[in-house]
């Protein structure tokens, strides 16, 4: 079980440049989440997803977009990044099963840098 | 969901107890009480989570107090392996809205050796 991987590991960017980073889980779980962390801060919830073919907003999401086309991936894409969206982005995916107690599974994360 | 309070940072030695506490004056009956860990550039880890019943799995225990208006998660042997920033997590189970987590910036834990 590779659990829940992030690729890429690191990108830098060009304000205005589109970029799509991927999330996997091989644990076939229903629920995907995307966060975002800057610097000192707890994580922020951008998108997440409930079930393939199903997304939906969460805190912050403008300037991303999503889509979950298949159980095990969740993708977020910038279309136009801004610096402001410099950060790390951490993908998390969980049972919905009800004895998981909502036990969230984190990926390593992508450190994304908007010069 | 209910509002929680973290001390902003703590140090424990190798070997003791590290006790993190939780306040969440406002918890409402339904709400379940959860702990997260962030390792330095890593994503967040589970550690364990309660209703109103003290908990203990092989990483923590977990001290809900009887009015439910603060907990304590306690790390029995701290190691240096476990300086991190633990989140106190307050939320509803439920399948509605996709069991969204809030976390806030917890509390940063170091272990000295």
């Known amino acids: 079980n590779a659990g829940v991987t992030q690729t890429p590991k690191f990108r830098v960017l060009k304000t205005g440049q589109s970029m799509t980073l991927l999330c996997a889980q091989d644990m076939n779980h229903e629920y995907m989440y995307w966060y975002r962390q800057d610097p000192g801060m707890g994580l922020r919830l951008i998108h997440y997803s409930v079930g393939e073919g199903t997304t939906a907003k969460g805190e912050v999401p403008d300037g991303y977009n999503v889509s979950r086309l298949k159980k095990q991936n969740f993708l977020l894409g910038l279309e136009s990044a801004a610096p402001s969206q410099t950060s790390v982005y951490f993908c998390?995916?969980?049972?919905?099963?009800?004895?998981?107690?909502?036990?969230?599974?984190f990926g390593p994360g992508t450190r994304l840098t908007v010069l | 969901d209910a509002k929680t309070t973290q001390p902003t940072s703590m140090d424990c030695a190798e070997g003791r107890a590290a006790n993190l506490p939780c306040n969440h004056s406002?918890?409402?009956?339904?709400?379940?009480v959860y702990w997260y860990r962030q390792i330095h550039s890593q994503g967040p880890q589970y550690i364990i989570h309660?209703?109103?019943n003290n908990e203990t799995n092989e990483m923590a225990s977990l001290i809900i107090t009887e009015d439910r208006k603060s907990s304590t998660l306690i790390l029995p042997h701290a190691t240096l392996r476990d300086t991190a920033v633990y989140y106190c997590?307050?939320?509803?189970?439920?399948?509605?809205?996709?069991?969204?987590?809030?976390f806030g910036t917890g509390t940063r834990l170091a272990v000295r050796p």
């Open positions: 406002t918890i409402s009956g339904n709400e379940y």
């Open positions: 998390a995916s969980r049972h919905s099963d009800r004895n998981s107690y909502n036990e969230q599974f």
């Open positions: 309660g209703l109103k």
């Open positions: 997590i307050v939320r509803v189970y439920g399948r509605s809205s996709g069991d969204k987590l809030t």
